[in-house]
């Protein structure tokens, strides 16, 4: 059973910066593709950003791009996602999550972080 352990987040003041870290272990993971997503008050839960272990190219959704980086450091089994340049809008519970493709939609994800909070205020 592959387990996803986070850590991370907080509360940052618009315009400032936080690093998320989802560190994973159990069989196989590292032929997976682990994505974040964020579900904010009242919403979906979205996609944020995905990497691929196996050759490190990764993808961003468009609302974040240039802002968020996400990365693997494979000695460590993480993958980070770094936030820059932080918005109000950007507030929500950050998941990572692991398939063996890159999906959007949430429901196709059974193993999940337990999930951390991000707080921009204005």
């Known amino acids: 059973q592959v387990q996803l352990v986070q850590s991370g987040g907080g509360l940052v003041q618009a315009g400032g910066s936080l690093k998320l870290s989802c560190a994973a272990s159990g069989p196989a993971f590292r032929t997976y593709v682990t994505a974040w997503f964020r579900q904010a008050p009242g919403k979906k839960r979205e996609f944020v950003a995905g990497?691929?272990?196996?050759?490190?190219?990764?993808q961003v959704v468009d609302s974040v791009k240039g802002r968020f980086t996400i990365s693997r450091a494979n000695d460590q089994n993480t993958v980070y996602l770094q936030m820059n340049s932080l918005k109000p809008e950007d507030t929500a519970v950050y998941y990572c999550?692991?398939?063996?493709?890159?999906?959007?939609?949430?429901?196709?994800?059974?193993?999940w972080g337990q999930g951390t909070q991000v707080t921009v205020s204005s």
């Open positions: 990497i691929w272990w196996k050759n490190g190219r990764t």
């Open positions: 999550g692991l398939n063996t493709g890159l999906y959007y939609n949430p429901d196709m994800y059974i193993n």
